[in-house]
């Protein structure tokens, strides 16, 4: 049983910076789908980013060039580097992951294991 805990979400200043971090047990990091999600309040969930094997990974429009994803390999964990904050980046952020191969972007139901999620807030 593969399971997802988050940590590193806070309340920072727009054009600030955030790490987010998931740590994975069950199974390695490695040899798993992974992605990160966010849901703002009265929205849907939708992806933020996803790496597939080979590393194939996915951003989202509204993230490219501002957010990195990977794998902390030594630490067993998924990272996501958020960088140049905004307020639309507010919401919770959920850790994802599948054993079995997903489409990008994909959907939040393609997805098995859940973290509880980590809030990010962003004032202007």
């Known amino acids: 049983q593969v399971q997802l805990v988050e940590s590193g979400g806070g309340s920072v200043q727009a054009e600030g910076s955030l790490r987010l971090s998931c740590k994975v047990s069950?199974?390695?990091?490695?040899?798993?789908?992974v992605a990160w999600f966010r849901q703002a309040p009265g929205k849907e969930r939708q992806v933020v980013a996803q790496?597939?094997?080979?590393?194939?990974?996915y951003y989202a429009d509204f993230v490219k060039g501002r957010f990195t994803i990977s794998r902390a390999n030594n630490e067993n964990a998924l990272v996501l580097l958020m960088g140049a904050l905004k307020p639309d980046d507010t919401a919770m952020y959920y850790c994802?992951?599948?054993?079995?191969?997903?489409?990008?972007?994909?959907?939040?139901?393609?997805?098995?294991?859940w973290g509880q999620g980590t809030q990010v807030t962003v004032s202007s």
């Open positions: 994802a992951a599948n054993t079995m191969w997903v489409r990008q972007p994909a959907a939040a139901s393609e997805y098995e294991y």
């Open positions: 069950g199974d390695r990091v490695a040899s798993l789908y």
């Open positions: 790496i597939n094997g080979y590393e194939t990974i």
